[in-house]
């Protein structure tokens, strides 16, 4: 690369819950730079959360986090060329791509969910991951089937 890479920001806290992850999320969710109406949706929905969760000792934050961990892809194809051929490689991936593909992959599910309002939407998106359902889980095990299908061409990692 000729240039060096750029520094990793720090992220500030949320108001409610003092977490960063869930600035993170709440930053990819966001649309035109309206933080504040993000904040709002995602404090609705962890408030539908709270209401329809049916564990009683986890809070809906936990609840939130579990099924975060629930879609995270813990491997993922590569496209490789090899002489004429493009391959697909199975790569472990980093632990903060983990991160940043199951918050992606929640936000968009929970988007092209058909209830009222985001906050409805997402709440209902991660009850269901919590559950280990729903189209952001079933995305994680296509990846991971998709890898396993494409191992035997593991020896061409770089």
Do not use: C
């Not at 975060?68 to 813990?74: A, E, F, G, K, T």
């Amino acid at each position: 690369m000729r240039k060096k890479q750029a520094k990793k920001r720090p992220l500030l806290p949320d108001p409610k819950f003092n977490d960063q992850l869930v600035t993170r999320f709440v930053n990819m969710m966001m649309w035109d730079g309206k933080k504040s109406i993000a904040f709002k949706v995602f404090y609705d929905a962890i408030a539908i959360v709270e209401e329809k969760k049916t564990d009683e000792e986890k809070s809906a934050l936990e609840v939130w986090k579990d099924a975060l961990s629930n879609i995270m892809p813990h491997v993922e194809v590569r496209s490789r060329r090899v002489g004429g051929a493009t391959f697909q490689i199975p790569m472990q991936i980093r632990p903060d791509r983990k991160i940043s593909t199951a918050i992606k992959w929640m936000i968009s599910y929970a988007r092209k969910r058909n209830e009222k309002s985001m906050a409805q939407r997402l709440a209902s998106e991660i009850l269901a991951a919590a559950k280990e359902e729903g189209a952001a889980v079933k995305k994680r095990v296509d990846t991971h089937k998709m890898a396993e299908a494409n191992k035997a061409f593991s020896h061409f990692r770089f």
